[in-house]
């Protein structure tokens, strides 16, 4: 296959976070063809049950290529155009796999060695892939990780930090509320504390934001609410301490519950010379590898901007280029070449 016909397969099959398994099996398959036809290695690495990572290597692999298999919801299936391939994943990070899979031919069938393939489940829920692949490293010392860049090197990732707020209140007749306590009044002044907060701001990261993703709560319009809740994500740039500090004070204070689900420190990356290169605010696998794959470095195919959206797609002209990209960097680390910290 080329890397389109890849890329629509690889995108027709659902693997939703949680239901990686059947793409799990489909690379396995088409990957073990390649590692035969190479004298390469290949594995399953298990995360959780049905929930395999996928690794392959050709000799010592010195540099890793690596992305997610999994994708949000809600699933459906490829289509394209002149321009573009449509469809869950086909940005973020389908036509990624596709792209290093073309490179990963293109550099054995010009006779190159020591590199290897890592596709992880996961990433788009709390990198469980990349943890465990974390405790199972195979002396890589470079780490190209996929996402969607516009086939620029990142220098900088932001983190996230994730709480869930729950507030307990005592239900009432709203025509007494004098007699309750409403778990959605306590939520909302909690929030709108929350939302005051002076964010911090990076020189190269940029600003501190905050997404109130759900809210909940209540009964009946004629109750006063017993219950509520509310998930809540800062995209961060550095230290989290002090944020963390006044979330408690302002959970303390309207007497709510901050329960910290999530923390993804951000991270500074590495770039290489002649490529562009960008910053971005989402967050990646790089943390959970914790550094035992190698130096990593980030970029791939696609924007940001339309993925996790039911408009995403991918540019075919950027697809074709991440196949030279990835091979091209594939070279120049194997040569030893020049990195820019």
């Not at 990076?202 to 759900?214: E, F, P």
């Not at 002090?242 to 923390?263: M, T």
Request: with cysteine; glycine share 10%.
């Amino acid at each position: 296959m080329n890397v389109f016909e890849l890329t629509r397969a690889l995108v027709d099959v659902d693997s939703t976070t949680g239901q990686e398994l059947r793409v799990g099996e489909w690379l396995f398959e088409r990957l073990s063809r390649l590692a035969d036809a190479h004298q390469g290695q290949i594995e399953r690495m298990s995360a959780a049950p049905n929930r395999d990572n996928v690794f392959v290597s050709f000799g010592k692999p010195v540099v890793t290529l690596s992305t997610h298999m999994d994708t949000v919801p809600p699933f459906f299936g490829s289509s394209e155009d002149e321009e573009h391939i449509h469809g869950r994943g086909s940005c973020d990070a389908k036509g990624i796999i596709a792209a290093m899979m073309a490179a990963a031919e293109s550099l054995l069938a010009s006779g190159v060695r020591d590199f290897a393939l890592l596709f992880v489940v996961g990433e788009e829920r709390d990198s469980l892939g990349a943890k465990a692949a974390a405790e199972m490293a195979r002396g890589s010392r470079f780490l190209i990780n996929g996402e969607p860049t516009e086939n620029r090197l990142a220098v900088g990732s932001k983190g996230a930090l994730r709480y869930e707020l729950v507030a307990r209140g005592k239900l009432a007749h709203s025509a007494y509320p004098e007699l309750g306590s409403s778990a959605i009044h306590s939520l909302l002044d909690a929030l709108q504390g929350i939302r005051s907060i002076t964010l911090p701001v990076d020189a190269v990261l940029g600003r501190t934001t905050l997404n109130v993703g759900l809210i909940s709560g209540g009964r009946a319009p004629n109750v006063v609410a017993d219950e509520a809740g509310a998930e809540i994500m800062f995209r961060i740039v550095g230290d989290p301490a002090e944020l963390r500090r006044q979330v408690s004070d302002i959970a303390g204070k309207h007497k709510i519950i901050a329960r910290e689900l999530l923390y993804t420190p951000a991270v500074r990356l590495a770039s290489l010379p002649g490529y562009a290169t960008c910053v971005v605010a989402f967050t990646t696998d790089i943390p959970g590898f914790n550094g035992t794959w190698g130096q990593p470095l980030l970029i791939g195919p696609g924007s940001i901007h339309v993925a996790h959206t039911a408009q995403e797609r991918i540019s075919k002209k950027e697809l074709s280029e991440a196949v030279e990209i990835y091979a091209g960097m594939v070279r120049h680390l194997l040569a030893g070449g020049e990195i820019a910290s």
